[in-house]
Protein backbone atom coordinates (compact mmCIF):
# COMPACT_ATOMS: atom_id res chain seq x y z
CA UNK A 1 0.00 0.00 0.00
CA UNK A 2 1.53 3.64 -0.74
CA UNK A 3 2.45 5.71 1.67
CA UNK A 4 1.08 8.98 2.90
CA UNK A 5 1.93 12.43 4.25
CA UNK A 6 0.39 14.40 6.12
CA UNK A 7 1.17 18.16 8.48
CA UNK A 8 1.70 16.84 12.19
CA UNK A 9 -0.98 19.18 13.13
CA UNK A 10 -3.32 21.93 12.19
CA UNK A 11 -5.68 24.77 13.98
CA UNK A 12 -8.91 25.92 12.90
CA UNK A 13 -11.57 28.78 13.86
CA UNK A 14 -14.83 26.88 15.29
CA UNK A 15 -17.52 27.81 12.50
CA UNK A 16 -14.74 27.91 9.61
CA UNK A 17 -13.83 24.60 7.11
CA UNK A 18 -10.82 22.77 7.95
CA UNK A 19 -9.45 21.82 4.79
CA UNK A 20 -7.04 18.85 5.82
CA UNK A 21 -3.99 17.72 3.23
CA UNK A 22 -3.01 14.72 2.69
CA UNK A 23 0.33 13.46 -0.03
CA UNK A 24 0.45 10.23 -1.03
CA UNK A 25 2.31 10.57 -4.27
CA UNK A 26 2.67 6.18 -5.35
CA UNK A 27 -0.78 5.57 -5.17
CA UNK A 28 -1.37 3.01 -7.19
CA UNK A 29 -4.63 2.97 -9.39
CA UNK A 30 -6.50 0.46 -7.47
CA UNK A 31 -6.00 1.83 -4.77
CA UNK A 32 -8.11 4.29 -2.42
CA UNK A 33 -7.91 6.79 0.33
CA UNK A 34 -9.57 6.37 3.52
CA UNK A 35 -9.97 9.19 6.13
CA UNK A 36 -10.64 8.32 9.79
CA UNK A 37 -10.43 10.13 12.69
CA UNK A 38 -9.91 9.61 16.12
CA UNK A 39 -10.71 11.83 19.51
CA UNK A 40 -9.34 11.46 22.66
CA UNK A 41 -9.70 8.02 24.16
CA UNK A 42 -12.22 6.40 21.49
CA UNK A 43 -11.36 3.87 18.75
CA UNK A 44 -10.80 5.52 15.52
CA UNK A 45 -14.01 6.44 13.62
CA UNK A 46 -14.17 5.88 10.09
CA UNK A 47 -15.47 9.36 8.14
CA UNK A 48 -14.93 8.96 4.13
CA UNK A 49 -13.33 7.25 1.17
CA UNK A 50 -12.96 7.62 -2.45
CA UNK A 51 -10.91 6.11 -5.70
CA UNK A 52 -11.01 9.27 -8.11
CA UNK A 53 -14.20 11.43 -7.62
CA UNK A 54 -14.96 13.44 -5.47
CA UNK A 55 -17.23 11.78 -2.60
CA UNK A 56 -19.48 13.89 -0.31
CA UNK A 57 -21.55 12.25 3.20
CA UNK A 58 -22.94 13.55 6.22
CA UNK A 59 -19.74 14.42 7.69
CA UNK A 60 -17.27 15.22 5.27
CA UNK A 61 -16.06 16.05 1.43
CA UNK A 62 -13.27 14.40 -0.09
CA UNK A 63 -11.37 16.08 -2.66
CA UNK A 64 -9.12 14.26 -5.00
CA UNK A 65 -6.62 15.51 -7.33
CA UNK A 66 -7.43 14.20 -11.03
CA UNK A 67 -3.43 12.43 -10.99
CA UNK A 68 -4.24 10.99 -7.59
CA UNK A 69 -1.36 12.05 -5.80
CA UNK A 70 -3.08 13.81 -3.04
CA UNK A 71 -6.21 14.32 -1.73
CA UNK A 72 -8.00 17.05 0.61
CA UNK A 73 -10.33 16.33 3.25
CA UNK A 74 -13.06 19.00 4.18
CA UNK A 75 -15.30 19.17 7.27
CA UNK A 76 -17.36 22.32 6.45
CA UNK A 77 -18.49 24.03 9.60
CA UNK A 78 -15.92 22.71 12.13
CA UNK A 79 -16.75 22.53 15.88
CA UNK A 80 -15.03 21.88 19.03
CA UNK A 81 -15.79 18.57 18.76
CA UNK A 82 -14.47 17.91 15.43
CA UNK A 83 -10.99 17.95 17.39
CA UNK A 84 -9.16 14.86 16.49
CA UNK A 85 -6.11 13.60 15.02
CA UNK A 86 -7.27 12.67 11.71
CA UNK A 87 -5.46 10.00 9.51
CA UNK A 88 -5.44 9.75 6.18
CA UNK A 89 -4.79 6.27 4.64
CA UNK A 90 -4.27 4.53 0.87
CA UNK A 91 -5.65 1.15 0.93
CA UNK A 92 -5.16 -1.97 -2.20
CA UNK A 93 -7.91 -3.93 -2.94
CA UNK A 94 -8.80 -7.58 -0.90
CA UNK A 95 -9.71 -6.12 2.65
CA UNK A 96 -6.47 -6.07 3.51
CA UNK A 97 -5.92 -4.65 7.05
CA UNK A 98 -5.52 -0.47 7.56
CA UNK A 99 -2.26 1.07 8.14
CA UNK A 100 -1.95 3.99 9.93
CA UNK A 101 0.29 6.46 9.87
CA UNK A 102 0.85 10.02 12.16
CA UNK A 103 -1.69 11.71 11.49
CA UNK A 104 -2.72 15.40 11.37
CA UNK A 105 -3.81 16.72 15.16
CA UNK A 106 -7.02 18.78 14.25
CA UNK A 107 -7.43 21.87 17.07
CA UNK A 108 -10.31 23.73 16.03
CA UNK A 109 -10.41 26.92 18.85
CA UNK A 110 -13.17 28.61 19.47
CA UNK B 1 -25.45 2.03 12.23
CA UNK B 2 -22.05 -0.34 12.90
CA UNK B 3 -21.90 -1.19 16.09
CA UNK B 4 -18.55 -2.81 17.45
CA UNK B 5 -18.69 -3.42 21.04
CA UNK B 6 -15.66 -4.23 23.08
CA UNK B 7 -16.14 -6.22 27.14
CA UNK B 8 -14.37 -3.64 28.71
CA UNK B 9 -13.50 0.08 28.60
CA UNK B 10 -10.33 -0.96 31.03
CA UNK B 11 -8.88 -3.46 32.81
CA UNK B 12 -6.12 -4.46 34.89
CA UNK B 13 -4.58 -7.37 35.49
CA UNK B 14 -1.26 -9.06 36.83
CA UNK B 15 1.30 -10.33 35.23
CA UNK B 16 1.19 -13.99 34.11
CA UNK B 17 -2.49 -13.92 34.04
CA UNK B 18 -4.25 -15.07 30.95
CA UNK B 19 -6.34 -12.40 29.76
CA UNK B 20 -9.45 -12.13 27.60
CA UNK B 21 -10.65 -9.61 25.33
CA UNK B 22 -13.79 -9.78 23.61
CA UNK B 23 -15.07 -8.11 20.71
CA UNK B 24 -18.33 -8.51 19.26
CA UNK B 25 -20.37 -6.40 15.85
CA UNK B 26 -23.82 -6.39 15.28
CA UNK B 27 -23.16 -6.19 11.36
CA UNK B 28 -22.56 -9.81 10.02
CA UNK B 29 -19.65 -8.61 8.98
CA UNK B 30 -16.95 -11.05 7.40
CA UNK B 31 -13.56 -9.59 8.85
CA UNK B 32 -12.54 -8.65 12.17
CA UNK B 33 -9.20 -7.48 13.73
CA UNK B 34 -7.18 -6.84 16.59
CA UNK B 35 -5.27 -3.74 16.66
CA UNK B 36 -3.07 -2.86 19.71
CA UNK B 37 -2.27 1.77 19.99
CA UNK B 38 0.78 3.12 21.59
CA UNK B 39 2.36 6.65 21.80
CA UNK B 40 4.40 7.63 19.49
CA UNK B 41 3.61 4.27 17.57
CA UNK B 42 0.04 4.83 16.17
CA UNK B 43 -1.77 1.57 15.83
CA UNK B 44 -0.27 -1.66 14.99
CA UNK B 45 -2.01 -4.95 13.50
CA UNK B 46 -2.19 -7.70 15.68
CA UNK B 47 -4.55 -10.27 14.50
CA UNK B 48 -7.43 -10.56 11.84
CA UNK B 49 -9.78 -13.02 10.54
CA UNK B 50 -11.55 -13.06 7.47
CA UNK B 51 -14.16 -15.91 8.45
CA UNK B 52 -15.27 -18.11 11.06
CA UNK B 53 -12.42 -20.42 12.68
CA UNK B 54 -9.85 -18.44 10.10
CA UNK B 55 -7.03 -16.22 11.68
CA UNK B 56 -4.11 -14.47 10.12
CA UNK B 57 -1.24 -13.37 11.86
CA UNK B 58 -0.84 -9.13 11.83
CA UNK B 59 2.37 -7.27 12.22
CA UNK B 60 2.92 -7.99 15.98
CA UNK B 61 1.06 -11.37 16.87
CA UNK B 62 3.91 -12.34 19.37
CA UNK B 63 2.40 -13.06 22.81
CA UNK B 64 -1.21 -13.15 21.43
CA UNK B 65 -3.76 -15.90 19.80
CA UNK B 66 -7.25 -15.21 18.85
CA UNK B 67 -10.54 -17.28 18.25
CA UNK B 68 -13.44 -16.85 15.45
CA UNK B 69 -15.97 -19.43 16.87
CA UNK B 70 -18.92 -17.42 15.70
CA UNK B 71 -18.46 -14.93 13.00
CA UNK B 72 -19.87 -11.94 15.07
CA UNK B 73 -17.31 -12.38 17.71
CA UNK B 74 -13.66 -12.31 17.47
CA UNK B 75 -11.33 -12.92 21.13
CA UNK B 76 -8.33 -11.54 21.90
CA UNK B 77 -5.84 -13.45 24.07
CA UNK B 78 -2.92 -12.86 26.09
CA UNK B 79 -1.44 -16.29 27.21
CA UNK B 80 0.69 -14.91 29.87
CA UNK B 81 0.47 -11.39 30.15
CA UNK B 82 3.65 -9.35 30.37
CA UNK B 83 3.68 -5.49 31.33
CA UNK B 84 4.93 -4.71 28.17
CA UNK B 85 1.18 -5.60 26.54
CA UNK B 86 -0.19 -2.70 28.32
CA UNK B 87 -1.88 -0.77 25.61
CA UNK B 88 -4.84 0.24 24.35
CA UNK B 89 -6.28 -2.48 22.25
CA UNK B 90 -9.03 -1.64 19.56
CA UNK B 91 -11.12 -4.40 17.71
CA UNK B 92 -12.61 -3.86 14.14
CA UNK B 93 -15.12 -5.35 11.59
CA UNK B 94 -15.37 -4.96 7.69
CA UNK B 95 -17.75 -6.40 5.24
CA UNK B 96 -15.77 -9.16 2.79
CA UNK B 97 -18.71 -9.12 0.41
CA UNK B 98 -16.79 -6.54 -1.65
CA UNK B 99 -13.37 -4.85 -1.67
CA UNK B 100 -12.66 -1.79 -0.48
CA UNK B 101 -15.32 -1.32 2.78
CA UNK B 102 -13.92 0.51 5.64
CA UNK B 103 -13.44 -0.90 8.96
CA UNK B 104 -15.29 0.12 11.90
CA UNK B 105 -13.47 0.51 15.26
CA UNK B 106 -15.25 -0.13 19.16
CA UNK B 107 -13.76 1.94 21.72
CA UNK B 108 -11.42 0.15 22.61
CA UNK B 109 -10.20 -1.66 26.06
CA UNK B 110 -7.11 0.13 28.09
CA UNK B 111 -5.24 -2.81 29.71
CA UNK B 112 -2.70 -2.61 32.72
CA UNK B 113 -0.63 -5.12 33.03
CA UNK B 114 0.88 -4.97 36.99
Known amino acids: DAKTTQPTSMDCAEGRAANLPCNHS???????VYWYRQIHSQGPQYIIHGLKNNETNEMASLIITEDRKSSTLILPHATLRDTAVYYC???????????FGKGTRLSVIA | DVKVTQSSRYLVKRTGEKVFLECVQD?????MFWYRQDPGLGLRLIYFSYDVKMKEKGDIPEGYSVSREKKERFSLILESASTNQTSMYLCASSRGDRDYQPQHFGDGTRLSIL
Open chain 1, 89 to 99: IVRGSGNTPLV
Open chain 2, 27 to 31: MDHEN
Open chain 1, 26 to 32: TISGNEY
